[in-house]
């Protein structure tokens, strides 16, 4: 069967497809890249099905292609053949249109979408065999994708490409999907740099901030028409469930921005230093926060993007004046029960009795103001004070208003709150562990915890 043929199979005659220019989402797990499989597949013109690992398939064809045409392979084995015949490239892409025409026959779409993980290794292969092709580049902050990879995996790192990162570092998952994000975010970036204009970059903070904006952008991009109405049309129709996905977006209705800034509370510690400059070279370059020794010790910022639009600034501002103290029960709980604590507790906390620490209460709302309350042992006092606090302060704790009010009412341990960082406590001393013990008391103490 002649190759024209073959790439005819299956396909009928009333519907033209463009086999030429599909499209590719270069991407690594936990950056969102089964919302925006969503939004792709909800245009009217484009079919993108779960992921399919076509890229790793077209990289085996061509190993094998060039194998039987007698071309030399890589020295590695499993790599790519370091030049892959123009016969294989051709027998590569009729064997795609085969596979793709039929697909797109099925669902009466025009343009094909492929989102499969680690794309990005494959991007020179897959321009060879569609020159006409268009590729998305998602990224994601770093400590973000690791707190979902945490969040995704809480037995045990396995599976979204983290199981060789995890095999060389066991001990510390934070640092194995730190190397896991630097290594798949350089091999995006490399791609973009490469082809240019055939890659738009898109962020998913951007995506969920305003996915409407971000979508036709995306859809100018690709050529195809705007879609008004996408965001909440994506989840309107039953998509297609077979292949791996993000196990969430089953149960999801709409797009938010919930899941922006929960890295805030992954310890920036835990990565190498060697590995942590790395990570800040390339989110230099993406445009986002970086990570330094003041990560997670406040506060989290309202944005993890350095440039904001000046009228997203300004509403930022304004409704961040505009909040009052959330955390009047949490501050009464800790001036009631410093102002009468009684002598031998307060003889018990040793020299700690006569430090300053602060509370940093963190809305739900991530544009709102954080709240700070100094604690003064020694003066038994509680008072509302500004993000300069902590300047002066012996040692700090920072927490969302879920957890401390969860740990007040006593539907969550204190001792696991802390080590499961959802309440930060933060010290500028290097103190022992004794001191962190003890301040731990003290803060038990006072919030009326028989035990912690």
């Known amino acids: 069967m002649g190759r024209l043929a073959l790439a005819n199979v299956g396909i009928g005659t009333d519907t033209a497809y463009s086999f030429g220019d599909p499209v590719f989402v270069l991407c690594s797990g936990r950056s969102g890249s089964t919302l925006l499989r969503f939004l792709l597949d909800a245009h009217p013109d484009l079919a993108c099905p779960p992921e399919t690992n076509v890229p790793a398939l077209c990289a085996q064809l061509a190993t094998v292609w060039s194998l039987i045409e007698g071309a030399p392979l890589s020295v590695n084995r499993g790599d790519e053949p370091p030049l892959v015949p123009d016969t294989a490239i051709a027998g590569i892409r009729a064997t795609m249109n085969m596979m793709v025409g039929s697909y797109l026959e099925r669902r009466g779409k025009k343009r094909y979408c492929d989102k499969s993980l680690g794309t990005a290794r494959f991007a020179d292969l897959l321009q060879r065999v569609y020159p006409g092709a268009r590729f998305l580049c998602l990224y994601r902050h770093p400590m973000d994708v690791i707190a979902s990879g945490m969040e995704a995996c809480p037995w045990g790192l396995n599976g979204y490409g983290f199981d060789p990162y995890i095999a060389t570092t066991p001990g510390n998952a934070v640092l194995a999907l730190a190397r896991f994000w630097a290594d798949n975010t350089a091999e995006t970036l490399m791609a973009e740099e490469r082809f240019g204009e055939r890659c738009l970059r898109v962020r998913y903070e951007d995506l969920v901030a305003d996915p409407e904006e971000t979508a036709t952008a995306i859809f100018a991009f690709l050529g195809v028409a705007p879609a008004p109405g ?206 962190a013990d003890t301040r731990m008391a003290i803060l038990a103490h006072l919030l009326g915890l028989v035990t912690w």
């Open 230 to 435: 996408i965001s909440a049309n994506c989840f309107s129709a039953e998509r297609e469930r077979f292949g791996p996905a993000d196990y969430k977006i089953w149960y999801t209705s709409k797009i938010t921005k919930d899941s922006i800034g929960r890295g805030w509370s992954v310890p920036v510690a835990l990565v190498a230093p060697q590995v942590l400059a790395t990570m800040n070279e390339l989110v230099g370059k993406l445009g986002y926060l970086p990570m330094d020794g003041d990560w997670g010790t406040s506060a989290p910022p309202p944005d993890l993007r350095v440039s904001i639009g000046a009228d997203e600034a300004a509403a930022q501002t304004a409704q961040a004046g505009s909040e009052s103290a959330r955390s009047q029960r949490l501050a009464s709980l800790l001036r009631d029960r410093l102002a009468s604590a009684e002598a031998d507790a307060v003889c018990r906390w040793g020299p700690y009795a006569a430090e300053t620490f602060v509370v940093v209460w963190v809305p739900r709302n991530p544009r709102a103001a954080a709240e700070h309350w100094l604690v003064d042992l020694g003066a038994r006092t509680v008072s509302y004070a500004s993000r300069t606090a902590q300047e002066s302060s012996n040692w700090d704790i920072v927490g969302s208003a879920d957890a401390w009010e969860q740990v007040i009412s006593g539907d969550l341990n204190l001792n696991v709150a802390v080590r499961a960082c959802q309440l930060r406590y933060c010290d500028g001393d290097e103190s022992r562990l004794l001191a």
